[in-house]
């Protein structure tokens, strides 16, 4: 599950980069502030890779997708990104998991 979960935050660390270059353009937002909010979530998709099969890294993942598509007020495209990107953080749970007991049964029978 892992490995599924932190291929999914890096292609999202890189999405909200180019989410901020285009939120840039909008007159009525300060760089400073485009640049804050999209540090944080991407300085959060790199820590979440470290994080996410400890207690609470998958809800911490959730609450990223969530930002993700609300995002999409300042970047309309976001509401999209945003919508793919939990489905494929849903896929990446859910099969990381299938994955991960499949690994366990094969130990299992090996050992």
Same mark, same amino acid.
């Given at each position: 599950m892992? %490995? !599924?979960?932190?291929? %999914?935050?890096i292609g999202e660390f890189f999405v909200i980069g180019f989410a901020g270059l285009v939120a840039m353009k909008d007159p009525d937002l300060t760089m400073a502030t485009v640049w804050t909010v999209s540090g /944080? +979530?991407? +300085? !959060?998709?790199v820590l979440l890779c470290a994080v996410? %099969?400890?207690p609470g890294g998958l809800a911490v993942g959730w609450a990223l997708q969530i930002g993700l598509i609300v995002s999409g007020v300042e970047v309309g495209t976001?509401?999209?990104?945003?919508a793919v990107f939990a489905a494929l953080w849903w +896929?990446? /749970?859910h099969f990381g998991r299938k994955i991960d007991e499949a690994k366990a049964r094969h130990a299992a029978q090996t050992a």
């Open positions: 892992r %490995t !599924l979960c932190s291929s %999914t935050l /944080i +979530a991407m +300085a !959060l998709c996410v %099969t400890r976001m509401y999209f990104l945003g +896929a990446s /749970i």
